[in-house]
């Protein structure tokens, strides 16, 4: 995995410390003290994951992953000492064991960890460990320790913590010049920090329904897995240094608790095969899975199904993936992640109008589900439904306007019926919602030379440049005076 942003921006920042290297962030010159207002630290987690989205490879733009990760993510924030608070979780496709908090509660996963964990509650408590970091401010108090006395100097060293969370062999590369040691002392949370967040991640876990078990066993299987590694221990152990002393504290918290057993969801079970099905060969996906199901070594068998579903549609043997598929629904089981498979092979069939019922009916079971939502719109789209498409995308727009990915299909609908204007104005806001002020009034600028718009729509595009400009301009003030 390359976090090239991270590493060229670290890179950057300790060769030029008086500057801020991230996109649309303030120079708040060296007068500034080393804290780190909350809004401040928003603003720079959603530009670095407005980076993530737009440039690293290995991000994993799936929004039934990054849909399972948000729903249980949101549930443990819910149990935690900070149950409205605005956390976003996402992602990483990178077989290495880790999980990060970033600034502003922006919560990366490996897909490696969801491999790894062998339940729910293991996952769940990676998960909640990473949320008492935010919590608890561990971040943003750890770079104030270093006593370092401006704002640029303590991004620098925040972009050094995720760009080693990330990758620990990005490290090497980025830490550069004669502060490296002052990065280095960066680069794992404190003892004292990694405790803090295993007593209160441990407390959500429990407040959340989870098996507490769970996190003390995730833990001490990869520190056992760690003694393998040597001096190249996993990426979490470096991040998140282990103790004996911790695990211990752990299990007995753990065994002074009433056991309860705790079953994984079938999504988690599902997110996993999906995982499995995408690696390697489309072929040896589909080995893996028929041999599963063949030898009943599975620890859900309507996973197993899907998964050899998920690899025979990668394997382009679309007949076999409908009888398999009618298998799989033969178990009656309920997700949408199975009901998005059901139409995916319904529309490689051919059979457009049946993808399109299943769709429906599911939406009206799991309205939540984008993959159903993108689904659905695309679907229409395929099949030159266009008016229907931008009436249904308008539906979602009004429950959830900063969804950039409608706003992407939109314009493509608009620009499939030859609407230049309304093409460019949708276009705009998919780039605002990115963070790119700069192109979403570019995109307007087009609008406002399509001829094809009315006396309104002119309008409304004129009055939305005037106030990206003015946005613009408040932007550019922030970078110059911090405010």
């Known amino acids: 995995m390359r976090f090239f942003i991270f590493s060229l921006a670290l890179a950057f920042a300790v060769a030029n410390p008086s500057i801020v290297t991230a996109d649309n962030l303030p120079d708040l010159g060296e007068s500034a003290r080393a804290d780190l207002p909350q809004q401040l630290e928003r603003r720079l987690g959603q530009s670095i994951m407005n980076d993530i989205r737009l440039r690293e490879p290995s991000y994993v733009d799936d929004p039934e992953i990054n849909d399972y990760l948000n729903r249980l993510g949101r549930g443990l924030v819910e149990a935690s000492s900070n149950p409205n608070g605005d956390f976003h979780f996402f992602a990483i496709r990178d077989n290495s064991v880790n999980a990060f908090a970033m600034f502003g509660g922006f919560i990366g996963v490996n897909t ?25 401010n561990h971040l943003a108090r750890q770079i104030a ?12 060293m925040g972009l050094g913590i995720l760009a080693a969370r990330s990758n620990s062999a990005v ?38 329904g989870f098996d507490v078990r769970g996190m003390g066993d995730f833990f001490e299987r990869l520190q056992k897995a760690g003694h393998l590694y040597e001096t190249n221990a996993p990426v979490y152990l470096r991040s998140h240094p282990l103790t004996v002393e911790r695990i211990s504290d752990m299990q007995n918290r753990a065994q002074g608790s009433p056991y309860r057993q705790i079953v994984s969801s079938l999504d988690f079970y599902l997110i996993r095969a999906k995982l499995r099905a995408l690696m390697g060969t489309p072929r040896e996906a589909v080995n893996e899975f028929t041999t599963q199901i063949k030898d009943k070594k599975y620890a859900s068998l309507a996973a197993a199904r899907y998964g050899l579903v998920v690899a025979l549609m ?19 089981v309920a997700s949408p992640i199975v009901a998005f498979l059901a139409a995916e092979v319904r529309a490689a069939l051919g059979d457009l109008s049946t993808a399109q019922a299943i769709f429906r009916e599911a939406l009206q079971r799991f309205p939540q589900a984008k993959s159903l939502v993108y689904g659905y719109a695309e679907s ?12 249904f995308i308008d539906t979602q727009l009004q429950l959830n306007a900063a969804d950039y990915s409608l706003y992407g299909l939109q314009a ?9 204007l309304l093409q460019h104005r949708a276009q705009a806001e998919f780039y605002l919602l990115q963070g790119r002020t700069g192109a979403a009034i570019e995109q307007l600028q087009f609008a406002q030379q399509a001829s094809d718009g009315n006396f309104y729509e002119q309008s409304a595009v004129d009055a939305r440049l005037r106030e990206l400009r003015k946005l613009q301009v408040e932007e550019d003030k922030q970078k110059r005076n911090g405010g």
């Open 145 to 156: 320790r270093q006593n370092q006395s401006t704002i640029p100097n303590m991004i620098a």
């Open 171 to 208: 490290t090497a590369a980025t830490i550069l010049g004669t502060q490296a040691s002052a990065v280095q002392a960066q680069l794992a949370y404190t003892r004292e920090f990694e405790r803090e967040a295993d007593r209160m991640g441990y407390q959500t876990l429990d407040k959340a």
């Open 412 to 420: 493509k609908t608009y620009a499939a019926l030859g609407k230049r």
């Open 112 to 136: 490696g960890t969801l491999l790894t964990a062998q339940s729910e509650s293991e996952l769940a408590g990676v998960i909640s460990h990473e949320i008492a970091h935010v919590t608890q």
């Open 314 to 332: 990668r394997a382009k043997d679309i007949s076999a993936a409908r009888r398999e598929m009618e298998l799989l629904q033969s178990l009656k």
């Open 380 to 391: 229409l789209y395929s099949g030159r439904q266009y008016d229907q498409a931008l009436v």
